[in-house]
């Protein structure tokens, strides 16, 4: 007996939620190719009208779940009735059939408390010392809800996923974790699969994670990100410094179309301050977290062997939508 827990998207404007049920098979292999599609009910999720309300689920990438019995994590593409992909299924416009691209993803949030409705380490009635003591922090008077960032940690590496790091960050009660993958689709699985895990363990916590990217407003506390660093093998070979302005240009005329998958309430947080650039400029530049996008100094370093990091998709971005722009915007010049 196995608990397949299938996981999907749903079809919330502008942001995407989790959804997931739990399907019991007798016999599993624990293979992805032993998944069976599944359904649900799109009328419930805003993916489908009541009068036909099916949704397929199909299965594209599984972990064990690290933390319960006999159990695995099942991410799931989601597709209408008639087999094609839903409207609401960013996994499937990647264009990355042959893993050439490479994503890093800087995931911030917030824990939240759903009682004071402010982050973890915020007092009821007020506000903590201003920033700069958190980032990095070590201690109950700066680290807040380290409890369930080492449990989300340890349940990622469980998983098998390929987190890279972990740190408190610059607002009170925020934290980052880094995931990596060779191949646009699986770096997406693994942030949508981490999400998850991170959403379940604070539900044993009472705490909320909040994906907003600018949760407390117009005051001065840093926003959410969710950085996306990439590369394929043509910035990660050439070499040429040229070849790295070609592609960096051609980002230029497509601003409105990467903002557009770049996660909702972006002006709030791309303002050109708290390490941001802003919303209506395009910029690049060498170690710069003022740019849109920072050329790291790793890549000059290695003599334009490298990957670039686009600083503008938040905290609530869906990563496969990201990706896919991203690899179309590249691929439109090489
Ligand atoms: P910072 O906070 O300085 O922006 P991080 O260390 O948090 O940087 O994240 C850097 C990210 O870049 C990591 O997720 C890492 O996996 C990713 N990365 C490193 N090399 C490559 C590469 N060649 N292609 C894509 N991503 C990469
Ligand atoms: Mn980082
Ligand atoms: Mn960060
Ligand atoms: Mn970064």
């Known amino acids: 007996m196995a608990k397949l827990e299938y996981i999907w998207l749903d079809g919330y404007k502008p942001t995407q939620s989790l959804r997931s049920k739990t399907k019991i098979e007798g016999d599993f292999s624990g293979k992805l190719e032993d998944c069976p599609n599944w359904s649900f009910d799109g009328s419930s999720t805003e993916q489908a009208p009541g009068g036909s309300s099916d949704c397929v689920l199909k299965p594209v990438f599984i972990v064990p779940d690290p ?7 099942v991410m799931c593409e989601v597709l209408s009735a008639d087999g094609t992909p839903h409207e609401s299924n960013g996994r499937a416009t990647i ?4 893993n050439d691209f490479w994503f890093g993803f800087e995931q911030e949030y917030f824990l939240w408390d759903p009682e004071t409705n402010k982050p973890l380490g915020f007092p009821a009635g007020g506000y903590p010392g201003p920033q700069g003591p958190y980032y ?8 807040y809800g380290r409890d369930i960032v080492e449990e989300h940690l340890d349940a990622c590496l469980d998983a098998g996923l390929n987190v890279e790091g972990i740190n408190a960050e610059v607002a009170a009660g925020q934290w980052e974790f880094q995931i990596f993958s060779k191949g646009a689709k699986e770096a997406g699985d693994q942030i949508w699969v981490a999400r998850y895990l991170l959403e379940r363990i604070g539900e044993k916590y009472g705490v909320a994670i909040n994906w907003h990217c600018k949760p407390l407003g117009a005051l001065d506390w840093n926003g959410s990100g969710m950085h996306a660093n990439f590369s394929n093998e043509v910035l990660r070979t050439t070499g040429d410094e040229n070849v790295y302005k070609k592609i960096l240009e051609a980002f230029r005329p497509v601003v409105a179309e990467h903002i557009a998958v770049y996660g909702a309430d972006n002006d709030q947080r791309l303002t050109g301050k708290h390490e941001t650039a802003s919303i209506h400029d395009y910029s690049y530049g060498v170690s710069d977290r003022g740019a849109s996008i920072r050329i790291p100094l790793y890549t000059v370093q290695k003599g334009w062997k490298g990957y670039l990091e686009d600083r503008r998709p938040n905290s609530a971005a869906d990563p496969y939508k990201v990706a896919a722009r991203i690899i179309k915007t590249v691929k439109s010049v090489l």
């Open 136 to 143: 990095c922090s070590v201690g109950a008077k700066n680290a």
């Open 95 to 98: 264009a990355d059939d042959d």
């Open 67 to 73: 933390q319960r019995r006999d159990a695995y994590l």
